[in-house]
């Protein structure tokens, strides 16, 4: 990078509409933009010197580099970050990939999972990157009701709802008889000490206090909470779509950014810290080395906040190069948000 080099240069409109064409060049080409290529393919009505000069003070100032082996420049983390926040246009969208969206979004959906996945296929299908999306963060997630159904002798289904609507099932089954008298007491124990508490797993303490109040149901209440405990887990399931559209891109060529890339994706944990890495917006961007792991610093990551009537259903993000089309996923994004909550 040029970090040490910088100077402080202001960009009036002249060197914004340059460095907006060199960054919206790169991204299509993945080839160090020239000021020839600017002044052939941009009308901005400057001459080739005007923008040659204007690139020049534009690397000057951080906002490009030039690679050593080509007369041209690439954008550096400091020049996404200011397209990102002054230059982007969040309605890059195409009639086509409208009509798309409706398509997938009016499909029928029986869980809350099923509308998660065919938001995050939608997302992945239209702009090529890897897709990821977990769900809602459980530790901020309250019970408001847990109900157990009798559904044979010897089986019972727990049935636990959140305050967001967000529902949890789980079927445990058991070597002897069950009676309804037996689920009507463990409707009102579990509720009596689990309603209005944060979806977690049910730690020891409040396992003691349940198997005190119940002394006599020990076989019965242990299952329960083994299965309730799994089926807790489980909403911090993973959803990764698109991983293999990446290596497309020619970023991924390279060994070590293919390495990374995948080193992310190959463990739960690191996949929800990187999800769940702060949100100040709705919608977040991290560039290159804005990201706090390593092995992400050639990567970009866009997250934002998949809701549905005010219910948080999780977070999806999209992982690409720092070369990614920052305006078609944040008017795609946008665009996915306004027609699940019914906006036109």
């Known amino acids: 990078m040029t970090a040490k080099c910088e100077v402080r240069v202001l960009l009036n409109d002249r060197k914004k509409q340059v460095l907006q064409a060199v960054i919206e060049e790169y ?53 996404y970050r200011f397209y990102v926040d002054e230059l982007l246009n969040d309605e890059n969208i195409s009639l086509e990939e409208i009509q798309y969206i409706k398509t997938q979004l009016e499909t029928k959906v029986n869980e809350i999972e099923d509308l998660t996945k065919i938001t995050t296929n939608t997302i992945s299908d239209i702009t090529h990157y890897a897709t990821v999306a977990i769900g809602p963060n459980s530790s901020n997630n309250l019970i408001k009701d847990i109900k157990f159904i009798l559904l044979g002798e010897r089986m019972l289904m727990a049935v636990i709802l959140t305050e967001n609507g967000a529902i949890k099932e789980t ?29 977690e797993k049910i730690d020891k303490p409040m396992e003691e206090y ?5 002394s006599d149901q020990v076989n019965v209440i242990k299952p329960i909470i083994l299965q309730m405990n799994k089926a807790i887990e489980e909403s911090d399931k993973i959803y990764l779509k698109g991983a293999n559209n990446v290596f497309d891109f020619p970023e991924f060529k390279k060994v070590d950014t293919a390495r990374n890339f995948l080193s992310i994706l190959d463990t739960k944990e690191q996949m929800l810290e990187v999800l769940n ?45 720092k070369r990614m089309d920052y305006s078609k996923v944040i008017s795609i994004m946008k665009y996915i948000n306004k027609k699940l909550n019914g906006e036109s």
């Open 27 to 79: 991204i299509s080409t993945a080839e160090p933009v020239s000021s020839g290529t600017i002044v052939e393919k941009y009308s901005l009505g400057f001459s080739s010197a005007t923008i040659r000069n204007d690139m020049a003070e534009l690397e000057h100032g951080g906002y490009l580099e030039k690679p050593h082996t080509s007369a041209g420049r690439i954008p550096s983390v400091k020049g």
């Open 171 to 199: 079927i445990i089954k058991y070597d002897e008889d069950i009676n309804q008298n037996q689920v009507d007491g463990l409707n009102y124990t579990f509720n009596n000490k689990l309603r209005g508490k944060p979806l």
């Open 210 to 214: 349940i198997l005190s109040t119940m």
């Open 277 to 321: 890495s702060g949100f100040a917006k709705d919608i977040n961007v991290y560039i290159g080395e804005e990201n706090e792991k390593e092995e992400l610093k050639d990567l970009s990551i866009v997250t934002f906040k998949h809701t549905v009537g005010g219910k948080d259903l999780g977070t999806i993000g999209i992982i690409g190069p």
